[in-house]
């Protein structure tokens, strides 16, 4: 079992920046991925960025160059750093770790970015 509580989470203008942190707690020596994922009202749950020891990092086309994930050395933190925000950027963001054939989700973290 692997818990996930994001924190970060805000309203910044266009243009702004925000940093999510997601922390892991449990078997969390049995994570083999983490990544970040978001979902806008109306809309289906989204890749944005995941990391692995295996294949790296992954970001959607939409958040390149301006996203970056990180990991802590120990692997029990995930960090967002967003830059240069847009309005479509808002929605929920969640975090999430594979640990085998399992996928676990954190609650959430709102990011509401104005015009």
């Known amino acids: 079992q692997v818990k996930l509580l994001e924190s970060g989470g805000g309203l910044v203008h266009a243009g702004g920046s925000l940093r999510l942190s997601c922390a892991a707690s449990?078997?969390?020596?049995?994570?083999?991925?983490m990544g970040w994922y978001r979902q806008a009202p109306g809309k289906q749950r989204e890749m944005v960025a995941t990391?692995?020891?295996?294949?790296?990092?992954n970001y959607a086309d939409s958040v390149k160059g301006r996203f970056t994930i990180s990991r802590d050395v120990a692997g029990n933190r995930v960090y967002l750093q967003m830059n240069n925000l847009k309005p479509e950027d808002t929605a929920v963001y969640y975090c999430?770790?594979?640990?085998?054939?399992?996928?676990?989700w954190g609650q959430g973290t709102q990011v509401t970015v104005s015009s």
């Open positions: 999430n770790a594979d640990v085998y054939s399992l996928r676990y």
């Open positions: 449990g078997r969390t020596f049995s994570i083999n991925a």
């Open positions: 990391t692995s020891s295996r294949q790296g990092t």
